[in-house]
């Protein structure tokens, strides 16, 4: 156990809806990442934050956005969804100082 | 644009039969280089970080090794329980990369008893 937090572990919606996925990091660490995992393209970076602000951007589309609260849990948002939507949705944590992220159990994300 | 290539994409062996991954990558500054292993369904497993060309990091039967320009992962006597996919990322140095991971696709590791 990473100590990292997921929900839901699954999601089945249908195309052109929304959805939210959740992540609590690790006790005590400040950035969150989120990553995508498909079949086809592997595990892809989409956003980090720090401390509630945005600190880097990967190839995310514009469907998707993200944020982080005060209390560091970090929400995905995925709008007008298609079936290349698609797959594994990982949140990942690291503290200051430390460059190995640990990384949550995952959402599977299925678009019918 | 950093880059990472790992290969065999799939391996099998026999348990007890000594083996090695290879990642191979393109970054423009590395900060570091990591190895994951992933069951299917979970998430990525941390093993090991290396930082500088030289390095080497052992955890049981897992020992890592770094050059300029590609890391191994040496198994030593493989068991069935290290069944599962390799994955070797790398982290570059440039403040607009933040401190995103690069993964490789992974080799598929299968241990048969």
């Known amino acids: 156990d990473s100590g990292v937090t997921q929900t839901p572990k699954h999601l089945i919606t249908a195309t052109g809806q929304r959805v939210t996925l959740r992540c609590s990091p690790r006790?005590?660490?400040?950035?969150v990442y989120w990553y995508q995992q498909s079949l086809d393209q592997g595990l892809q970076f989409l956003i980090q934050y720090y401390n509630g602000e945005e600190r880097a951007k990967g190839n995310i589309l514009e469907r998707f956005s993200a944020q982080q609260f005060p209390d560091l849990h970090s929400e995905l948002n995925l709008s007008s969804l298609e079936l290349g939507d698609s797959a594994l949705y990982f949140c990942?944590?690291?503290?200051?100082?430390?460059?190995?992220?640990?990384f949550g159990p995952g959402t599977r994300l299925t678009v019918t | 644009e950093d880059q990472v290539t790992q290969s065999p994409e799939a391996l099998r062996l026999q348990e007890g039969e000594s083996s090695s991954l290879n990642c191979s990558y393109t970054?423009?500054?590395?900060?570091?280089l990591f190895w994951y292993r992933q069951d299917p369904g979970k998430g990525p497993e941390f093993l090991f970080t290396l930082y500088s060309a030289g390095e080497e990091k052992e955890k049981e039967r897992l020992k890592a090794t770094l050059t300029k320009k590609e890391s191994f992962l040496h198994i030593t006597a493989p068991k069935p329980e290290d069944s599962a996919t390799y994955l070797c990322?790398?982290?570059?140095?440039?403040?607009?990369?933040?401190?995103?991971?690069?993964f490789g696709e992974g080799t598929q590791l299968t241990v048969n008893p």
């Open positions: 006790s005590g660490d400040l950035s």
């Open positions: 970054v423009s500054g590395l900060r570091g």
């Open positions: 990322a790398v982290q570059d140095r440039r403040e607009t990369s933040g401190s995103r991971l690069t």
């Open positions: 990942a944590s690291n503290r200051d100082g430390f460059y190995e992220q640990y």
